[in-house]
Structures are given as structure tokens and as C-alpha cells.
């Protein structure tokens, strides 16, 4: 166990705008224990790189309900520039069969998909949290 | 009337009868310890309902004739045994001529009223060339310039067809479709649809991806849009107040009807406002709800809605014209019930919430593709979904009688406490200050929230079953591949192309022009900024351009997010 | 990562800054090593309170001031501070939603915190992070509290300045009055001043200034953080008070100091009798509840027994 709450970022790249989900899966990772950094939709790619860096998060949770996630791609090269690779990213939303392999395959840890019990959820990200954790660059050597 | 249907017997608070004191002594040997029964609005629901709960006595006041005052039982007198519903489902997909194709297909097969669903990147206000292009066409039409609408509609007579466009403030595409009616030689009086996205308060609030302008400009926008489609596009329904966004970002049905009718209220002080005649603007309100699995309660809702609206129009704003009084609707059966396990349970599901909405007295109605939840709806599902229409219409005859569930004691005394219910959060709204003031302080946006929180809490627990997902798992089964339909890439690239051309073939100073005049409309308040923004797009002035000087003088629309 | 941790952030190193503010937060033997090899902070980088009660508008006002602050060429850095879920320990921190146009601005650095159990509105390291602020190059650090309205106090112990923001016609601005929320305030803000009855409210925090136990004469501006309305005004005296204090020099320094001296030790202190199993309070804890004596005498009676035993 972690002895400091696991920090997520919970955020919307792209157009699309519905948030529900998005809200619904920070109040459940909040009610797991960990702190989540919420913030509007459409965000950028490097706008999200700047919010993981800024708030020193240990996971992304990107939702996309059209197709956002098409920009995910993107999204891990960008962490990996900023030396942000030891961050935890993670998908929920609606994302089709082989788009998810697309993700995967572009370093992304896990795509939840509507109906995902939000335990499991918060398990596996808090799970991602505790290996960012261990991976992240020490400050005080 | 009313005397004739004096109840056999007592009213709750006279005599008890001896047979229901049996029966409630016998329903609670059986039942003991029973979980009360909840609804999804906050009523408990008993389980029987007699003449203690409803009875007919008050025929007259609480339901009448339809057509009449107070409309609970339908807006028409012969309601959909006359005319039954349009079916309107959401075309719009890759590029201009993508768009065309699709619409010649329907056209074919009959239909006389469409959609028009713009790419996301034309809902956040931008042309095609400003935002990522492996994001472009997937979710809607790429539609920036007169060209594209003109290529949209190409082989179509355009007077004989009746769109709804899904057309956020400033109402670009509205603009372009007049300036291709002007192009073709077509007076503005013949074109005829719906803006279906008008209603800024429902974007700021709920559906945030449709919100461009900041509030103030947003309000300004939609009166002056509302004003010159009255005088110049009179076939025009400038106006569509969404209670389906709300209900989709988790309100309660209860909760989207008060504060959608708390929206149209205000929209309705605005136009009085500005000095609109109240019995002009009225009639061409239109309402768009979303219809929830939970049957009667949304029946119940539809039918307290429509008694609520009739009675504001007529009695608080005093209007006397009775088209006015009419609560048209068109309704959509809700995606967030749908699940991605087991998909064709789906069916089922949209089937049961048609039922509803068909029930509650709609006016136009979009059933769910049961794929909805996997990928962008794929032609087969599309057709299963129309098909569900028309079985219950022609096959179940569900049309054959108007209100068949009136006088019904559980759906009269439901549709009683959902208009009580409704009341009751419309009042919070108005003590607020109405609903514009109760928006800009997260009022509305928090309780949205935390009925959301209410009802996913309920899945999580079990309490509320949702089928192949907390309850009757099916282990091993997988939900199907989804067949991904994505733009061709070429055609993206030529569409980018494109617009290019467009921009520099077209007439450049009058294009700076008209913006500027748009810009100095947006400043003046006795100019109509709507009539600028036809000007403009007539003029040449992309979709993205209008917004754009748009924002620069009203600024962006940033919706007011409550985590 | 870096041997030379204070040049970094002195530099503007962001990635450097926020897991070093990380490290503060966690407090424990990181922390303390973190904060030496940082050196003493730089309180010429003033600390700003934003504190009143929830859903006064603190954070629509904070990206307003900001904005107003970056258009004088101030570069800011904001901590914004939620309530932790009693039950769980997590939190949502959404106060930077309202502050999102910032988020491209180098001269800008947001950064959410959680309470994490804290009852004074602050949580229990943010006098660690502000010391990492500090040796950072942002000439302005704004702090938000929680906004739970009763117990924001603490703020008083962190900030040099402090900014209550009130609305009008709420109930819960009597109740600020009442628990001394207001004597707090070096400037009192009244905001939504659109809304109705708005002169009341204004009314109602001159009335708060002439309390007895006030004596210091402080601004009340109205502000509408919607539009921005009154902000320029607002960031006028905030950098007047920021500003006087910088002239001012060695004095007023010393008072702020002592302040946040006293601020923090008062959380140690609580934190020390909160987990205290110690006899003699315990005693005076029992005592307290038969209602053998009042509050005040019993606090009185321990802090006796704590000194004389010192």
C-alpha cells in the first residue's frame, strides 16, 4: 500500500464534451482514497502533458466517449518527450475492438469500457499509481 | 362530465372499505418486510393504486379532451391516431459528399424530414483546418462553407425537405443553408426545420461540448436568431429546449422536465424582453427529452409535462392563441441505459423506452441503435432500430387509441406526484432567480451531479439491476467485434484541400467586411447579430470565421464544469 | 535528480517544482531533507490567503485576479486547497476547472491540494509547499482554502495577507461574522455584488469592521468574479498591501513570520493533543465533559500545566 494517496489526473482530450462518466469515475476513485485532479474537457494533448507534470500525478485517466481516443497515440509519445513515462495512463470510454488494441500497443496500461465495475477500476488504478510510484525519478538521491 | 364520474366509492379521507382493509391485511402477511419501491425521480410507489389514490371526479381539471386545457392526454384531438410521429434518425458522417450519398439513400426510401449532424469540430466552433485531422468526420459531417452545405443538399430540392440541423449559437448552419437557398433561387419562406441545438442553457449546464459563447452573448444570440427567423424563415422552429442533456448527464426524470421548463420560461422573458410578441414566438417552441427504461415513470413525466407547460403558456404568460399551449415534443431513447454486454439486449431495452415515450404522447421519436455503445451505429442496427417503431406501431397498434393509459389510477396518481415533483424543483430554480441566474451558480450543474452519484451508487449496490452487467452475467460471452467505420483518409485530405481553395478563391474584402459588421453588430444593441451572421456566410465566411469573431466580441463559451 | 535542488527551482524548473511540492506535502524525513537542502525561503514572494465561505466564488475570482495580476506582468503560482473525504482520506480537486485558461501561461503554476483531514481550510503540509513556492521565481503565491466557512482561521497562520471573499444575502455570511472569519481579513470582498441586495451585504462587512475587537481599518470591495467586475480594483490594493509590506521591511516581515510561526506550531500543537494519550489532559478532558468546568478554564488550566512543567 502506498503510504500517501495516489495522485490522478482525470481528463478529456479532444472535441467531445460529456462528461458524465469522466465525473462519476473521479467521485469513485475519491471514495477508494485516492486525490484526483479533475478538470475540463477538450483538453490538449500538451495540455495534459502540462497538468501531469504541473500536479506530479502518478496516473492519467483519459475519457473518451466519441472518438477522442484517437488522439491517446499521440498523448504517450508526448509524456514519453516530457520524461513523464513512469505515469500510469489508462482509457474509459467507448472504444472499439481494434482501436483498443491501437492503444495498447501505444503504451496505454488498461481501457475500461461502459460497465466496468468502478472497484475494478479503482483497483487496477490504484494499482498503476503504486508502480508509477516506484518508477518515478527520485528527487533526493 | 366531471359529475357523471363521481366515484362508487369513498375518498381516502371518508370511510375505509371493508375489502381493501382485507386486502392491505392480506398484502402485508405476505409481505412483511418489504424494500419500499422507489422510482428514479424520488417517488415511492405504492403497489396497487385505487380511487383512494386517483379518482375520476377530477376528469375535468387534471386531463380533459386532447387538444384541450389542460392537454394532459395529447396536444392534437386526434393525436397519433391522426398523424402518428416522425422518425427521425441522425444522419451525418465523413465529408460533404459522405452526407449526400447517405441522404439520397433515405430519401429513397421515403422519408421527408432529416438530420443534419455536424463533425464535433464543427460543434466546438472550429472550421476543419483547426483542430486534429484524425479527429475530423468521425462523429459527424465536416461542414465549415456554403460549398459544403450546397454539396450536403446536392440533387436535393431543398424547399420540399424538412431538416433538423443540430445548430449551437451562433446558428452557423442555419446561415449557410440560407445562403444556399439564395444561391439556388429559393425564398427563405420555403425552407422549413428545426435548430436543434438552440438551447444554450442545456450546453452550459449539461451537453458542454455544444456551449461556444460565453453566457451573455449566447443569450443575446439566441433572441436575435429567434426574431429573425419569426420575420424572414417563418416555416422555421428557431427554438428546441433540450431536457435530454440534462437527463443524460444523470438528472432525474423529474429533474429534466422542471429545468427544462424552468429554460423555457426564461428563454420565453428574454423574447418578452426584447419585444416579441408572445403569441408568435410561443408556437414555435419545441421541446427534445430523453426517455429512460423506466416506463410509467417517464409517461407520467411526458403527461405532467405537457399539463405544466399548457398551464404557464396560458395562464402565467396569459396567451390566447392555443397553438401556443402545445407542448411538441420529440424524444430519444436514452444511450444510457444501453449496455455493452450482451448488446442485443439493447433492443429490448430501446423497445421498452419507445413504448414510453409513444405512451407519453411524442412528436417525433429516435430509437437507439443497440450498437450505439460499441461504435458509431452500423446500417443493420440503424434499420433494426426503425423497425422497432414501426412494430409498435402497425404490429402492436400501440396508436389506436390516444392516451390509453388515462384514467389509469397508478399512471393519473404518478402523473400527479411527478407534476408535484416537477414543481417542487422548478420553484428552487425560480427562488434562485430563474434559471439563467441558477445556472451561472452551479445550482442546477450540482444537482445534476449528485443525482448522477444517486444512480450509479444504485448500479454499483445492485439495487437497480442492469442486466448482463450486475445481474445475469452471461460468463464467456463477448460483446461482438463492433464494425469501425472511420472517413476515408483521402477524401479528409481532399476536403482540407478543399477548404484551402475555398478560402483563397473566394471574395476576400467582403468577407473582412461582413466579419466586421458582424463584430459591430455584436456591439450594437439595436442590430439583429443573426441577420449579420446570414450576411456573412452568404458573403463567403466560413463556419470557424463566424464563431471566431464571435468569441472575440461575446468570449468563449467555457461551460461551468461542477467536479 | 538534482544535487543542486535550489537552483533548479530558483531556475523555474516545473518538473523539479511539483515533485518537490509532492515531497513537502508528504511531510516526514523527505520533507525535512527536501526543505534544508532548499534553504530558507524567500519571503519577499508574498503569500496570499483566499479564504470565505463555500461557493462565495474564490476560485472564479482567483483566475480573474490572476489573469489581472499577469497583466501587470506578475507571475503567480495558486494552491488550491479541497476538502478530503472524512471517509475515504481521497478527494476531488476540481477548484483548477475554473482556472483553466491559465493552463498554458508559463508565468502561472496551479497546483491542487487536498486537505487531507485538516480542519482549519488548509491542509497539514501546505507550509511546507508554500516554502518550496517560495524559493521558486513566482513573485505572487495565492493560497485557497477549502471554503468549509467555520474554521478557516488557520489561513491567518500560513498568509501574509489575507482576502475574505463573502456573497450577498447567505446565511452563512452572520454565521462568518460570528466565528471572527472576517477580523481575519486584511481585504474583504463582496462578491457577486449582482445579485440582489447586494448593498446589504456590503453593509453587513462594515458592520463586521466595527466590532469591537477589529481595529485595524479594512477595504471592502465589491467584485463580480463572473465578469471580472472590480478585480483590477482588487489586485490594486492586494499589490499596495504586498507591496507596503516589502517596503515596510524588517518589521512587518518579523509580524508575518511571527504569524506563520505561531500558525504552524498551533498545528502541531493540535496534531501533538489530538494523538496525546498524556494523563493530565485526559483528567481535564473528563472534567470538561462531567461539566465541571468550562472550556476556557480547562484549556487555561492545561497550558498551565504544559509551561510550569517546562
Known amino acids: 500500500m502506498m503510504q500517501t494517496p495516489p495522485r490522478v489526473l482525470v481528463t478529456k482530450i479532444g472535441l467531445d464534451g460529456h462528461d458524465r462518466g469522466s465525473r462519476l469515475v473521479a467521485a469513485a476513485l475519491r471514495d477508494a482514497g485516492m486525490e484526483v485532479i479533475y478538470t475540463p474537457p477538450w483538453q490538449d494533448v500538451e495540455d495534459v502533458v502540462r497538468l501531469a507534470q504541473d500536479e506530479d500525478v502518478d496516473v492519467v485517466g483519459i475519457s473518451s466517449l466519441a472518438t477522442d481516443h484517437l488522439l491517446v497515440p499521440g498523448l504517450m509519445v508526448a509524456l514519453k518527450r516530457a520524461h513523464l513515462d513512469h505515469v500510469g495512463v489508462v482509457v474509459g470510454g467507448i472504444v472499439p475492438h481494434d482501436e483498443e488494441a491501437l492503444l495498447i500497443e501505444a503504451g496505454v496500461s488498461r481501457v475500461f469500457h461502459p460497465g466496468s465495475p468502478m472497484e475494478e477500476i479503482a483497483r487496477e488504478v490504484s494499482q498503476l499509481a503504486a508502480n508509477a510510484r516506484q518508477q518515478a525519478p527520485e528527487l533526493l538521491d | ?533 446570414v450576411t456573412a456566410a452568404t458573403a463567403g465566411a466560413t463556419h470557424g470565421e463566424i464563431v471566431a469573431r464571435l468569441r472575440e466580441e461575446f468570449g468563449t463559451g467555457d461551460p461551468l464544469i461542477v467536479p | 535528480m538534482s544535487s543542486d535542488l535550489g537552483a533548479s527551482l530558483r531556475r523555474g524548473d516545473r518538473a523539479v517544482l511539483a515533485r518537490a511540492i509532492s515531497v513537502a506535502e508528504n511531510g516526514g524525513a523527505k520533507a525535512q531533507a527536501l526543505l534544508e537542502r532548499i534553504g530558507p525561503a524567500n519571503v519577499s514572494h508574498p503569500v496570499v490567503g483566499i479564504t470565505g465561505t463555500s461557493g462565495a466564488g474564490k476560485s472564479t475570482l482567483i483566475d480573474q485576479l490572476v489573469a489581472e495580476l499577469r497583466a501587470r506582468d506578475q507571475t503567480v503560482a495558486v494552491v488550491a486547497i479541497d476538502p478530503s473525504s472524512p471517509f475515504s482520506g481521497g478527494a476531488v480537486l476540481g477548484d483548477r476547472c475554473r482556472m483553466n485558461r491559465h493552463q498554458a501561461d508559463k508565468g502561472v503554476y496551479i497546483r491542487s491540494l487536498s486537505a487531507r483531514g485538516g480542519t482549519g481550510g488548509v491542509s497539514a503540509g501546505v507550509d511546507r509547499v508554500i516554502q518550496v513556492l517560495q524559493a521558486s521565481p513566482f513573485d505572487l503565491i495565492l493560497v485557497e482554502t477549502v471554503g468549509a466557512g467555520q474554521s478557516e482561521i488557520d489561513i491567518r497562520g500560513i498568509a501574509d495577507t489575507c482576502i475574505v471573499v463573502c456573497t450577498p444575502n447567505s446565511g452563512d455570511d452572520i454565521q462568518a461574522i460570528k466565528s471572527g472569519i472576517l477580523e481575519i481579513a486584511d481585504i474583504l470582498v463582496a462578491n457577486k455584488s449582482d445579485l440582489a441586495d447586494s448593498n446589504k451585504n456590503v453593509g453587513q462587512l462594515i458592520m463586521a469592521q466595527s466590532l469591537p475587537s477589529n481595529a485595524r481599518p479594512i477595504p471592502v470591495l465589491s467584485t463580480i468574479a463572473t465578469t471580472g467586475e472590480g478585480v483590477d480594483t482588487l489586485a490594486d490594493r492586494l499589490l499596495e498591501l504586498c507591496g507596503s509590506e516589502r517596503v515596510t521591511g524588517a518589521n512587518d516581515l518579523r509580524a508575518s513570520a511571527r504569524r506563520r510561526l505561531a500558525g504552524a506550531v498551533a498545528r502541531k500543537l493540535e496534531r501533538h493533543l489530538i494523538d496525546a494519550h498524556d494523563d493530565d489532559f485526559e483528567q481535564i478532558a473528563a472534567s470538561v465533559h462531567r461539566g465541571e468546568c468550562v472550556i476556557d478554564e480547562a484549556a487555561a488550566r492545561w497550558v498551565r500545566k504544559v509551561t510550569d512543567s517546562g
Open chain 2, 1 to 533: 362530465m366531471a359529475k357523471s364520474n363521481t366515484p362508487r366509492k369513498l375518498e381516502p379521507d371518508g370511510q375505509q372499505d371493508p375489502d381493501r382493509e382485507r386486502w392491505q391485511r392480506d398484502y402485508q402477511a405476505q409481505l412483511p418486510a418489504e424494500t419500499p419501491v422507489v422510482n428514479r425521480s424520488g417517488i415511492r410507489i405504492n403497489p396497487l393504486y385505487d380511487e383512494t389514490n386517483w379518482s375520476g371526479t377530477r376528469y375535468t381539471q387534471q386531463l380533459g379532451y386532447p387538444g384541450q386545457i389542460p392537454m394532459t392526454r395529447g396536444i392534437y384531438p386526434s393525436m397519433h391516431r391522426g398523424q402518428t410521429w416522425s422518425q427521425r434518425q441522425l444522419i451525418g458522417f465523413g465529408v460533404p459528399s459522405d452526407y449526400n450519398a447517405r441522404l439520397h439513400k433515405l430519401l429513397e426510401s421515403g422519408v421527408s424530414a432529416v438530420s443534419l449532424i455536424p463533425c464535433n469540430s464543427v460543434y466546438r466552433g472550429f472550421d476543419a483546418d483547426q483542430v486534429p485531422r484524425e479527429l475530423l468526420g468521425t462523429c459527424g459531417v465536416v461542414l465549415n462553407t456554403v460549398d459544403d452545405m450546397d454539396a450536403c443538399f446536392s440533387g436535393v430540392d431543398i424547399a420540399q425537405l424538412s431538416t433538423a440541423q443540430n445548430d449551437p449559437s451562433p446558428f452557423t448552419l442555419l446561415a449557410l443553408l440560407l445562403a444556399v437557398a439564395k444561391r439556388r433561387g429559393i425564398p427563405w419562406t420555403r425552407i422549413t426545420g428545426t435548430s436543434n441545438q438552440s438551447d444554450y442553457i442545456s450546453h452550459y449546464v449539461a451537453n458542454h461540448m455544444f456551449f461556444r459563447l460565453a453566457l451573455p452573448g449566447a443569450r443575446r444570440m439566441l433572441v436575435d436568431h429567434i426574431a429573425f427567423t419569426l420575420e424572414q424563415v417563418p416555416g422555421w422552429n428557431p427554438l428546441s429546449i433540450v431536457g435530454q442533456h440534462m437527463q443524460q448527464a444523470g438528472a432525474t426524470p423529474a429533474e429534466a422536465m422542471a429545468f427544462t421548463l424552468c429554460t423555457a420560461i426564461q428563454y420565453a422573458q428574454d423574447c418578452i424582453d426584447r419585444g416579441l410578441d408572445p403569441e408568435l414566438f410561443f408556437p414555435r417552441f419545441t421541446f427534445f427529452f430523453d426517455i429512460s427504461i423506466s416506463l410509467f415513470e417517464e409517461i407520467a413525466k411526458f403527461r405532467a409535462g405537457r399539463r405544466i407547460w399548457a398551464s404557464i403558456v396560458r395562464d402565467t404568460f396569459g396567451v390566447k392563441n392555443p397553438k401556443a399551449w402545445r407542448f411538441k415534443f420529440h424524444a430519444q431513447t436514452s444511450g444510457v441505459d444501453l449496455t455493452r454486454q450482451q448488446p442485443l439486449n439493447n433492443i429490448s431495452r430501446v423497445t421498452a423506452q419507445a413504448i414510453a415515450g409513444i405512451l407519453g404522447g411524442l412528436q417525433s421519436l429516435h430509437t437507439d441503435a443497440y450498437d450505439e455503445v460499441l461504435c458509431v451505429p452500423t446500417e443493420d442496427a440503424a434499420r433494426i432500430a426503425i423497425n422497432t417503431q414501426n412494430i409498435l406501431r402497425e404490429e402492436a397498434h400501440l396508436t389506436d387509441v390516444i392516451d390509453p393509459l388515462g384514467g389509469s389510477y397508478y399512471v393519473e396518481a404518478l402523473t400527479d406526484q411527478m407534476e408535484d415533483k416537477i414543481r417542487e424543483v422548478m420553484d428552487t430554480v425560480e427562488s434562485a432567480g430563474g434559471m439563467y441566474k441558477a445556472v451561472q451558480e452551479g445550482i442546477v450543474q450540482t444537482r445534476i451531479g449528485e443525482s448522477a452519484l444517486g444512480f450509479q451508487r444504485s448500479l454499483d449496490t445492485g439495487e437497480q439491476t442492469l442486466v448482463g452487467v450486475n445481474a445475469y452475467e452471461s460468463e464467456g460471452v463477448e460483446p461482438p467485434v463492433a464494425v469501425l467505420e472511420r472517413p476515408n483518409k483521402e477524401s479528409v485530405t481532399q476536403y482540407l484541400e478543399g477548404l484551402d481553395t475555398y478560402k483563397q478563391s473566394r471574395d476576400t474584402p467582403a468577407v473582412a467586411r461582413t466579419l466586421d459588421e458582424l463584430a459591430t453588430a455584436a456591439n450594437s444593441e439595436r442590430q439583429n447579430v443573426y441577420a449579420a451572421v
